[in-house]
């Protein structure tokens, strides 16, 4: 076990339907196009895979898909959709699980290399991908970038969603690196509380977790279209590469 948080049987069933915006063929199909670009003929590998909102349709594309997954309630709803011999998921944690073979792409995707609460074990999570990675395979994590930009002096939280049913902020602690996410759903006429905990990391740093795992960089770009990363972008999305032997 790590330090991420254990998602519990009532987020795992409610996270499909909390994220149908996020997965639908419209907003995924960039990200899909992305990846199985990259794993080529070759064999992908999800960190986190979660219900499986980018494994499965991935693997529909015709990319091997294996996943590790902590969290076996999330795992749990990914199995209704799909066989485990169509796609294996191992239960574990993404920094230290080892599964069989070797892989054209390790992906790790919607800021869950955040759920590692120490620089430490997200480190081990890049030492991980490069682990499973075939000389010449791709690592690629997609992560915000950290909006401290937004925080005149003395204020500790920034809003990133203010909706009908849904209000959402961050507080942060700069001394540690760390975050907590907040949300506020409105149901049935009452909002439900729910809080996260994120250690959030720089581009830079992430750069240099890379290369302590002995990766190169590749690409960094601004989403999954391609833009260019500027330093106004609000996200990020990183290739490092395995040299070859």
């Known amino acids: 076990?790590?330090?991420?948080?254990?998602?519990?049987?009532?987020?795992?069933?409610?996270?499909?339907?909390?994220?149908?915006?996020?997965?639908?063929?419209?907003?995924?199909?960039?990200?899909?196009?992305?990846?199985?670009?990259?794993?080529?003929?070759?064999?992908?590998?999800?960190?986190?895979?979660?219900?499986?909102?980018?494994?499965?349709?991935?693997?529909?594309?015709?990319?091997?898909?294996v996943g590790i997954e902590l969290s076996e309630h999330m795992a749990a709803v990914l199995r209704r959709k799909v066989d485990e011999e169509t796609l294996p998921v191992t239960i574990g944690d993404m920094a230290t699980t080892v599964v069989p073979g070797r892989f054209t792409l390790v992906y790790l995707v919607y800021n869950t290399i955040t759920n590692l609460l120490t620089q430490d074990e997200q480190v081990e999570c890049f030492r991980n991908a490069a682990r499973h990675l075939e000389p010449g395979g791709r690592f690629v994590i997609e992560l915000g970038v950290p909006p401290l930009r937004l925080l005149p002096p003395g204020q500790v939280a920034v809003p990133f969603d203010v909706s009908e049913r849904h209000l959402g902020f961050d507080t942060f602690d700069l001394v540690e690196q760390a975050l907590v996410s907040h949300h506020f759903t409105l149901e049935d006429g009452r909002y439900r509380r729910d809080d996260s905990r994120h250690r959030y990391a720089w581009p830079a740093e992430l750069d240099l977790m890379a290369r302590l795992a002995g990766l190169e960089p590749e690409r960094r770009v601004a989403d999954w279209d391609g833009t260019p990363f500027t330093q106004d972008s609000t996200k990020h999305v990183s290739v490092w590469r395995k040299p070859p032997a």
Do not use: C
């Not at 960039?30 to 070759?42: E, M, N």
């Open 1 to 65: 076990m790590t330090s991420s948080e254990l998602w519990t049987r009532a987020t795992a069933e409610r996270y499909d339907t909390e994220e149908a915006e996020a997965s639908s063929p419209a907003a995924l199909g960039p990200a899909l196009d992305f990846l199985a670009g990259l794993a080529g003929d070759g064999r992908a590998l999800e960190f986190a895979i979660g219900t499986g909102r980018v494994g499965i349709p991935l693997r529909e594309r015709g990319v091997p898909v």
